[in-house]
């Protein structure tokens, strides 16, 4: 079987009619395999992704999405230049993106406030966008129907379903309309320049939940996974908000049972984490993924 920097070599004369200079493997990826290409043509850059199977519904929706999100908003992700599949063995998905100039702002704790701060509200202002433009009937997972999206129903435990039922009982003030999201928003989805998002990556995990939730959920990843003193905790959590604001009002079950959804949240990654451990595929994401917390 040909190896993989092979298939490279043959998606990009393919689908861009030019040649690789350089190509370096990311190590960071965790689900997708990931080559970022230096071309003797145009682009002069690019990314080219192999796989990178949805944990809900295990189907390669990223490049539907980067599509979909690049068509309807003004957020930043990469172009898609080209997709579509192996034509050997198991018929593989691969995408081919325009390269984006930026690093990771890793590690974030480390990073000046006030440029934690500026990430957090282009963070908040990226969701407020994406949930005000793609709103649905009922949260699911994505997946393909040919060359288009569907929402289905994810695999495992799905926080959204189960969290209406238990919040139910808590009171009225919930904003049950369903939106999409990320899917997999943290600090390593990101790319920055001179402390400006330039990038918004890694769309394979996308689906479609509450507002609300998915708002903890990045509060949790930028801000309560830190060891921040509490004033500046405060100060990121206003930024979120405000970045959100900007282009739609906080859902009023945001404030109110925000610490609830963190723990629902805690709960569903369990399960998906145990899930994966029970296949091989599911394993080589975990190894991907503990390679990526190495320095």
């Known amino acids: 079987m040909e190896d993989s920097s092979g298939q490279v070599e043959r998606i990009v004369d393919a689908a861009l009619g030019c040649s690789i200079v350089d190509s370096q493997q990311a190590t960071g990826g965790r689900i997708a ?20 199977l949805s944990i809900r519904t295990g189907d390669v929706i990223e490049p539907l999405v980067v599509r979909l999100v690049g068509e309807t908003t003004d957020i930043a992700c990469p172009t898609v230049l ?15 993106y325009e390269f984006r100039d930026g690093d990771p702002p890793t590690p974030f704790p480390s990073l000046a406030l006030t440029e934690r701060v500026q990430i957090l509200e282009a963070t908040g202002s990226m969701l407020g966008q994406l949930h005000a433009a793609h709103q649905f009937d009922r949260t699911g997972g994505l997946g393909r129907a040919g060359d288009s999206l569907e929402l289905c129903r994810p695999n495992g435990l799905y926080v959204p379903e189960r969290g209406r039922q238990l919040l139910t009982l808590l009171g009225d003030e919930t904003d049950w309309q369903p939106v999409l999201t990320h899917g997999d928003l943290f600090p390593d989805n990101l790319l920055v320049e001179d402390g400006s998002v330039t990038a918004f990556l890694d769309w394979g995990n996308a689906h479609v939940t509450t507002a ?9 990843r930028f801000v309560d996974w830190f060891r921040f003193e509490r004033s500046e905790q405060d100060r990121l959590r206003r930024a979120l908000a405000r ?12 404030e109110t049972h925000d610490d609830l959804y963190k723990l ?17 595929r599911g394993r080589q994401q975990i190894r991907r993924h503990l390679r990526s917390l190495l320095p």
Request: proline fraction near 8%; charged fraction near 25%; aromatic fraction near 6%.
């Open 33 to 52: 395999e990931t080559h970022l290409l230096e071309l003797d043509g145009e682009p002069r850059r690019a990314v080219c992704k192999i796989g990178g």
């Open 82 to 96: 080209a997709s579509g599949r192996l034509p050997d063995g198991d018929g593989t998905h691969w995408a081919l």
């Open 264 to 280: 629902l949240w805690l709960g569903q990654s369990t399960d998906r984490h145990v899930r994966n451990a029970m296949s091989p």
């Open 212 to 220: 609300g939730y998915a708002l903890a959920r990045a509060e949790l």
């Open 243 to 254: 970045g959100y604001q900007q282009h739609r009002p906080l859902p009023p079950d945001f």
